[in-house]
């Protein structure tokens, strides 16, 4: 279904073991991160107003993802870090035409650059909810891998809906042939994308 050319190496769970602290506050600062997002994309293309609707009620579920997150944190005693650059996504936005003056493309890319982080969430989550010891982590990671999932077909399906006279299925195999290549310098660290 996610279409990622790549699988997360299963030794990742190890590395988010040893330091669960750490994956819970990067975890955190990405759910507000998609939520500042998914606001983004309303302000650029606040034209369309099922997008508006639909990446509102997003931006609100991102946010009590990012609430859970801490509440985790806070029950167990660690502290929210400070936010830390993700620089999977700094480098998966360098694929995007976000100079274009085509409102339309930069849309589009935009879209497609969204739904691709959420696939990637969503096969690290699933991967985290089979493997990883902890018993709560895991049924957590479980309930957001299927959240993140419906995210991914909502903005792919936005970027279909609103790609009239772009080749969006094309556009969408470059991306997910650059993620596949990036993705390999990814699974090393503690944190969602690392």
Known sequence: ??????????????????????????????????????ITIITLNNEHEELVTELLKLAQEELEHFEMVHEIIKKRGYKLGRARKDHYVNQLFQFTRSKTTNRQEAMVDRLLFSAMIEARSCE???????????????????????????????????????????????????????????????????????
Request: proline share 1%; aromatic share 12%; charged share 30%.
């Open 124 to 194: 690290r989550f699933k991967l985290l909810s089979e493997r990883i010891s902890d018993k709560e982590l895991s049924e957590f990671y479980r309930e957001l891998m299927i959240s993140e999932a419906g995210h991914y077909t909502t903005f792919l399906g936005f970027a279909r809906q609103y790609g009239e006279g772009i080749d969006v299925e094309k556009r969408w195999k470059e991306l997910i042939e650059f993620e596949g290549e990036i993705i390999k310098s990814y699974g090393k660290k503690e944190t969602i994308h690392g």
């Open 1 to 38: 279904m996610l279409n990622l050319k790549l699988a997360t190496d299963p030794r990742w769970v190890t590395i988010v073991e040893s330091n669960l602290e750490e994956i819970l506050t990067d975890h955190a600062w990405c759910e507000q991160k998609a939520a500042t997002n998914a």
